[in-house]
T-cell receptor, first 110, second 111 residues
Framework: SQTIHQWPATLVQPVGSPLSLECTVE??????LYWYRQAAGRGLQLLFY??????ISSEVPQNLSASRPQDRQFILSSKKLLLSDSGFYLC?????????FGPGTRLTVL | KQEVTQIPAALSVPEGENLVLNCSFT??????LQWFRQDPGKGLTSLLL?????REQTSGRLNASLDKSSGRSTLYIAASQPGDSATYLC??????????FGAGTTVTVRA
């Protein structure tokens, strides 16, 4: 069966520091991968999606970037965090148009 | 652009009552619609996926309907239990990769 992992589970970072969140999927090959952010009191916002290694599409202009160095690995990064980057970051993969989510990373920028 | 609305934002029912959760969307050319459950501080769990060619899907006590002409989907949960307490999110797809999410309905089932 397929599983999706995200780490770390929680993170507290100062403004201006770099960020790297990792997501890996097991039990499937060549999945579509997604990064979402869920801010307090808001719905989920799609940040990036990827249909293959090295193929990244950005949905909104922002302070973040994404990379897919391996088939089942998706990384969310920032060079300098802003206060507004705080939120709950969710990675997802899809199969037959159904999306499945990871456990999420709670990021607090102070 | 697909906009998804869920009303009400919160709902409280006694145990055993049937739950009816509503979701509306603006673009009738919807690719599919997916219902999720989210527990506090956790990721989303997929409950049901309805393809655009389908009118409903069922899984155990859950049944979801899709009416593209009226732009509505409804999630029914029969005989609610305290363990059903969670936030329920619907999401409409406009293509095979992009979901537009509603803000969710937070359900409390009172024992």
């Amino acid at each position: 069966s397929q599983t999706i992992h995200q780490w770390p589970a929680t993170l507290v970072q100062p403004v201006g520091s770099p960020l790297s969140l990792e997501c890996t999927v097991e039990g499937t090959s060549n999945p579509n991968l997604y990064w979402y952010r869920q801010a307090a009191g808001r719905g989920l916002q799609l940040l990036f999606y990827s249909v293959g290694i090295g193929q990244i599409s950005s949905e909104v202009p922002q302070n973040l970037s994404a990379s897919r160095p391996q088939d089942r690995q998706f990384i969310l990064s920032s060079k300098k965090l802003l206060l507004s980057d705080s939120g709950f970051y969710l990675c997802a993969w899809s199969e037959n148009n159904e999306q499945f989510f990871g456990p999420g990373t709670r990021l607090t920028v102070l | 652009k697909q906009e998804v609305t869920q009303i009400p934002a919160a709902l409280s029912v006694p145990e055993g009552e049937n739950l009816v959760l509503n979701c509306s969307f603006t673009d009738s050319a919807i690719y599919n619609l997916q219902w999720f459950r989210q527990d506090p501080g956790k990721g989303l769990t997929s409950l049901l996926l309805i393809q655009s060619s389908q009118r409903e899907q069922t899984s155990g006590r859950l049944n979801a309907s899709l009416d593209k002409s009226s732009g509505r989907s409804t999630l029914y949960i029969a005989a609610s239990q305290p363990g059903d307490s969670a936030t329920y999110l619907c999401a409409g797809a406009i293509n095979d990769y992009k979901l537009s999410f509603g803000a969710g309905t937070t359900v409390t089932v009172r024992a």
